[in-house]
């Protein structure tokens, strides 16, 4: 089993910068995949960025974050970071991380295995 824990959630204005960690205990091994999703009330959760933790940690954005989300990891710590800069209003959502094993179908919430609890960011204009 492995828990994932996000951290550094809150509300921020539009412009500002913001850190999300999601931080992996348990069997880690059995883990080699992170993606970061998101859900705004009414709409479906989707993936906007991942990280390959191997393979030389190849990273996938959404076209809508990219440029201003980076996603890294620090494998001493079993941890992924999310850089969030120049927030949007529309960037407000509860965000996930979430981990699998390989990268078969990863960008469908279904075929994670293990997710965090979520952690809210609002965006104010």
């Known amino acids: 089993q492995v828990q994932l824990v996000e951290s550094g959630g809150g509300s921020v204005q539009a412009g500002g910068s913001l850190r999300l960690s999601c931080a992996a205990a348990?069997?880690?091994?059995?883990?080699?995949?992170v993606c970061w999703f998101r859900q705004a009330p009414g709409k479906e959760r989707g993936w906007f960025a991942a990280?390959?933790?191997?393979?030389?940690?190849?990273?996938y954005y959404t076209d809508y974050v990219k440029g201003r989300f980076t996603i890294s990891q620090d494998n001493a710590k079993n941890t992924v970071y999310l850089q969030m800069n120049s927030l949007k209003p529309e960037d407000t959502a509860m965000y996930y991380c979430?981990?699998?094993?390989?990268?078969?179908?990863?960008?469908?919430?279904?075929?994670?295995?293990?997710w965090g609890q979520g952690t809210q960011v609002t965006v104010s204009s």
């Open positions: 979430a981990a699998k094993y390989g990268t078969t179908g990863w960008v469908f919430p279904g075929r994670y295995n293990y």
């Open positions: 348990g069997d880690t091994y059995s883990i080699n995949f």
């Open positions: 990280i390959y933790t191997e393979s030389c940690s190849t990273t």
